[in-house]
């Protein structure tokens, strides 16, 4: 789960559009120049929020390349050695062969003149015995060239310091390379070497910010031999195609190597510093393995100045860097919110997402950038701020590449001339990274987005709760398709709301996480008049973001609970969805009792409670004798009520209360349907607290897990399941002596469970098949454990009533056996009674096992 956080800095290649190196200046014959002083570069006038360096300013630094292009950093140490990082070299456990790589020194920008540029080939690679893994230390390794380098006013060895080299920390030192200049945004050309300031981080202080958990509670024990650079505040570091380069620190004059670039969780991000294999505890390795070069790498004595300063502390003040970013006074005033001016169109709701950079729906501007070219007119165009007295000027208007055909790239990033004050009273709002994951049960608010009008009702109007992905995509997703695990790019965020209120504007969605408020996902289109359930997910767009910004503000993810309940961690599929879409969806994790969405409350007029079944968005499935008195013509005071756990709340829902306005039955001649369907007074949106049952026409699934559903007591009214087997046709007419009602069906009770459930409230009775939906087999006859009304012989009034009844596909066996059929065997009379006469049939007949 969190490989793609824990980085070793060395994943992006760039292959330079030069080719490879020739060194056209020196043979390997020739002799190299006696000055080997080392750490002073000639006199001279992007790595993470670093900058271009001047050619020469650093000329330790060579590029490691493999297949062509730039893999890693490193620092030459002697004519004939580099130092880099072991982890650019050793993979699976291998040594990858020394002949594949070869050593640019010299080199400024990879894709200019190679002006005192040249190349080494590589003759042998030395790594650590102990070395395994970069998060288990000892990340370094040695390269001998096969011939020693030509040195020069570009080309001159770094000082390596001594064991007893003592690097206070808080000390400004200096990483270079030619890595991403952001995470998965690779250093754009000319490829010019990359330079950022860092400083050094004690031990203790470093573990500190380590140890509080990131992204999926992520930490890291810090080890003997590694060194942090950085800032709590992050947004300088290195970065993938930095590892293996140096960090060095000036002392007297000279430059010493203090780190080697090994990894980080991402790049730059807050309380994130880089971690750096620590060079001075290396010094008797790197002696034995260099023992007989000519000249080897210079170890020169500290300056006295530096041994004298402050020795490491015993402990540290640990500062934990809070968020920049969303901060609000209060849910409902967004400092983000802005407004776009476009002469002649609607304003366009949006959100500051940097001190520059404002993101908004693409769609608000199709009249502009129709043609894909910018539009003419940014001149006229403004953004309004809040707390802003003036309206800001547009300089560039950059459209999401997919955004003209895909409603979840929907986006546009526009520029302001001027960057904003960010301490006055506007501020970003926090973006999520590529891998965040939004907790269910997290609070999150509705912002305005795009040109839809606003919506009326005061602010607390537009609370949600987050539901959990397997109910989100399950709802909402593809039929068929793997639920995304926690981590990977969800398909689609979905609010549950405390109200259900109609209105027809349009929607962003905020996610907040201790306090700091998330830009979690985005909508831009109506959704018929009810709020949105499913929002196109930010956190995919972040690269796209970051990578045009270059400087809005994506945070880690702040909270990470999984809860009581937990969350499902292998893959699952959902089951499918009928031509009305989802039914009888219920997570395979549920505890037994807890989650039944499809579970009514039915309280009628004089105190009774009946169970009942919701079988479509606006209709109740219950037994006809709990709802309606015998004789009565009357449609009595009805009222239902879903999402409940007797006194509780639906865990990730909420209560539905509706009115039954009308009470249909079947006509059947004579006798008195054991049926009935409430008709509510309003339609009841999907959601885990309310979601309609499957129906299944006739027969028995096969392979299906039955379960008799209701109240252990009826005051209390907590969900219990008893679990049952459905006995075949000729059984049960056996056992009723051929005295079974008609359209009825009976079941037997595992051992110990036929108590669980009271009958008075006429429970339903559930099946469900391995990776299917539940289904609704039938309502308990009045008064009786064992009969249960079918549901397949009321198909054709269910839906002629009920347009939207999910009924699946018919499958299994058949209830009742052939007219006329010899049903049971003789001497069954005598045997009906006894139980233990039943269960020797039982062992005898096929059953449907629970």
Request: aromatic letters at 8%; hydrophobic letters at 40%.
């Amino acid at each position: 789960m969190s490989q793609y956080l824990f980085l070793p800095l060395v994943i992006l290649a760039i292959n330079p559009t030069s080719g490879t190196f020739q060194d056209s200046a020196l043979s390997p014959t020739q002799e190299e120049p006696e000055d080997m002083e080392c750490g002073r570069p000639e006199p001279s006038a992007r790595i993470v929020g670093g900058s271009d360096t001047q050619p020469g300013a650093w000329p330790w630094q060579v590029s490691l390349h493999q297949g062509g292009g730039h893999i890693c950093g490193g620092s030459l140490i002697a004519p004939s050695w580099v130092l880099s990082a072991a982890h650019c070299f050793v993979r699976n456990g291998t040594m990858e062969p020394a002949a594949e790589w070869s050593v640019v020194l010299g080199v400024h920008s990879q894709d200019g003149p190679l002006d005192g540029a040249h190349v080494r080939t590589v003759a042998a690679i030395l790594v650590p015995d102990n070395y395994s893994k970069v998060e288990l230390g000892a990340d370094l390794a040695l390269l001998r060239l096969a011939s020693p380098a030509r040195l020069g006013p570009t080309v001159r060895p770094v000082c390596l310091p001594r064991a007893s080299h003592h690097f206070t920390h808080g000390t400004a030192c200096w990483a270079t390379g030619w890595g991403d200049i952001q995470e998965a945004d690779p250093l754009p050309l000319p490829w010019v070497l990359q330079e950022v300031e860092l400083r050094l981080l004690g031990k203790a202080a470093c573990q500190c910010l380590y140890s509080r958990p990131g992204p999926f509670n992520l930490t890291l024990q810090l080890l003997p031999g590694m060194l942090c650079a950085g800032y709590p505040e992050g947004r300088r570091d290195t970065c993938q195609g930095d590892s293996g380069g140096p960090l060095v620190c000036e002392e007297g004059g000279r430059w010493f190597q203090a780190g080697i670039t090994s990894f980080g969780f991402g790049c730059g991000r807050r309380n994130r510093p880089g971690v750096f294999t620590a060079v001075a505890p290396y010094e008797a390795w790197i002696r034995e393995q260099v023992i007989d070069s000519e000249p080897g790498p210079a170890f020169p004595t500290q300056p006295q100045e530096s041994q004298s300063g402050p020795q490491e502390p015993g402990e540290e003040n640990c500062t934990i860097a809070l968020p920049e970013c969303g901060k609000a006074p209060r849910p409902g005033a967004w400092p983000w919110e802005v407004q776009v001016l476009v002469p002649g169109s609607r304003p366009c709701h949006g959100a500051l997402v940097s001190e520059s950079w404002v993101l908004a729906p693409a769609s608000c501007f199709l009249d502009q950038i129709s043609s894909h070219s910018p539009p003419s007119d940014l001149e006229a165009w403004r953004v309004l701020l809040p707390s802003r007295p003036r309206a800001e000027r547009v300089a560039r208007l950059v459209q999401h590449e997919n955004a003209s055909w895909d409603d979840a790239s929907d986006l546009a990033l526009l520029q302001l001339r001027a960057p904003v004050n960010l301490s006055a009273a506007p501020r970003p709002v926090c973006l999520p990274h590529l891998e965040h994951y939004f907790l269910p049960g997290s609070r999150c608010r509705l912002a305005r987005w795009g040109n839809g009008e606003p919506a009326p009702g005061p602010s607390a109007l537009l609370e949600a709760e987050l539901l959990g992905g397997w109910w989100c995509h399950c709802l909402y997703g593809r039929q068929g398709t793997p639920v995304p695990l926690p981590g990977d790019p969800p398909d689609a965020l979905c609010p549950a709301y405390q109200e259900e209120e109609e209105n027809d504007s349009r929607w962003s969605l905020l996610c907040r996480e201790e306090g700091t408020w998330f830009l979690a996902g985005i909508k831009d289109f109506s959704s018929d008049c009810l709020r949105p359930r499913a929002f196109f997910p930010l956190q995919t767009h972040g690269p796209w973001i970051s990578h045009v910004t270059r400087g809005a503000y994506l945070e880690d993810q702040l909270a990470w609970d999984w809860g009581l309940e937990g969350e499902e961690t292998e893959t699952q599929i959902c089951p499918p969805h009928t031509e009305h879409g989802a039914c009888g969806l219920r997570p395979e994790a549920a505890s037994v009792g807890v989650l039944w969405p499809w579970l009514a409350e039915v309280h009628v007029a004089g105190g009774r409670v009946c169970t009942g079944i919701l079988v479509a968005p606006g209709w109740v499935l219950a037994a006809t004798h709990c709802v309606l008195r015998l004789g009565s013509t009357t449609v009595p005071y009805i009222e239902v009520y879903l999402g409940r756990t007797g006194a509780s709340p639906l865990p990730q829902g909420h209560q539905v209360s509706r009115l039954v306005i009308s009470i249909r039955l079947p006509r059947h001649l004579g006798l008195r349907p054991p049926l009935a369907l409430l008709e509510l007074s309003s339609r009841v949106e999907p959601s885990p607290s309310a979601l309609p049952i499957c129906l299944h026409p006739w027969g028995i699934p096969p392979g299906a897990s039955c379960w008799v559903l209701g109240w252990k007591d009826p005051q209390d009214r907590v969900p219990v399941a008893a679990a049952v087997s459905i006995l075949t046709s000729r059984l049960c007419h056996c056992l009723y002596q051929g005295i079974l009602p008609a359209g009825t069906f009976c079941v037997l009770y595992a051992e110990g469970q036929e108590d669980r459930c009271e009958v008075t409230s006429a429970p339903p009775l559930l099946c469900q098949t391995e990776g299917g939906p539940w289904v609704l087999m039938g309502m308990a006859v009045r008064g009786s454990r064992e009969l249960f009304a079918a549901i397949g012989p009321e198909e054709a009034w269910i839906s002629q009533t009920v347009e939207e009844a999910h009924f699946l596909a018919p499958s299994g066996t058949p209830y009742w056996p052939p007219e006329g059929s010899n049903l049971c065997p003789p001497d069954l009379a005598r045997a009906s009674g006894s139980p233990q006469a039943a269960l020797f049939l039982l062992l005898l007949t096929p059953l449907i096992q629970s």
